[in-house]
């Protein structure tokens, strides 16, 4: 059976915690302050509840966090640049939720990231070119949101472990980036529904490690081949 409830302000008492895992429930309501107090803290698990409000700052001062999976609720606002002071963070899961605004820069100094996920949501501007040097990064996943601008020339130049891009269902635009050639463990490059131009680089084929390329709904112009 499910558990029903706002998540337990008692939660605060268990300072010698080191994982809560509160998936698939029904809590609701605002997290508690209370749970500020959790400084061991390095697994925290509460995606499919019905958790609401802001995501709290307060994220920041669990400096063992790990694992921080907020997925598939309803938190709202944006989300707060004091996350990156958790910095010993490798798994940010914040898809399916109703955040706006952007993606802060400061989420670039969480340089032990491996996983980062904002998918599902409403965010809008560029996405900072801080997240392209985090070299420990093996997923980037920010589908179905109303991210725009281009990406950056040197897109792969930092990203040596990278397996999956999925930037899908989007406003980006301008050229596919011909650096992309240097994520040498990519498998899946999922860029399509946005509004990208231009040619398609012959050195795509490159990537040798791909097995899934989804470039549909763009404004591609063809592909490009290089002599040399």
């Known amino acids: 059976m499910a558990l029903t409830d706002r998540t337990p302000r008692d939660f605060g008492n ?10 698939r429930n029904n809590f609701h309501g605002n997290l508690p302050q209370e ?12 995606s499919f509840n019905n958790l609401r409000g802001e995501i709290p700052s307060w994220f920041g001062f669990l400096h063992q966090l790990q694992v921080l999976n907020l997925g598939n609720n309803s938190f709202t606002g944006s989300i707060p640049p004091s996350l990156s002071n958790a910095s010993r963070l490798e798994t940010l899961e914040i898809s399916a939720n109703l955040l706006e605004g952007n993606i802060p820069e400061e989420i670039g100094n969480l340089q032990n990231l491996k996983f980062l996920s904002i998918q599902y949501n409403k965010l809008t501007g560029s996405i900072p070119f801080t997240i392209f040097n985090i070299s420990s990064i093996q997923v980037i996943a920010f589908t179905n949101n109303s991210l725009s601008g281009n990406l950056p020339n040197g897109l792969c130049n930092g990203l040596p472990t990278l397996k999956k891009l999925y930037l899908s269902t989007n406003k980006l635009h301008g050229h596919m980036p011909t650096s992309l050639s240097n994520c040498s463990q990519l498998q899946i490059l999922s860029l399509s529904g946005n509004n990208f131009d231009g040619p398609i680089h012959s050195e795509i084929g490159r990537v040798s490690n791909l097995h899934i390329l989804y470039l549909g709904s763009n404004h591609f112009t063809g ?3 290089l002599s040399f």
């Open 35 to 46: 749970m500020v107090r959790l400084r061991r803290l390095k697994f925290l698990k509460l």
């Open 223 to 225: 592909i490009y081949v």
């Open 14 to 23: 268990l300072t010698f915690l080191v994982s809560l895992d509160l998936r």
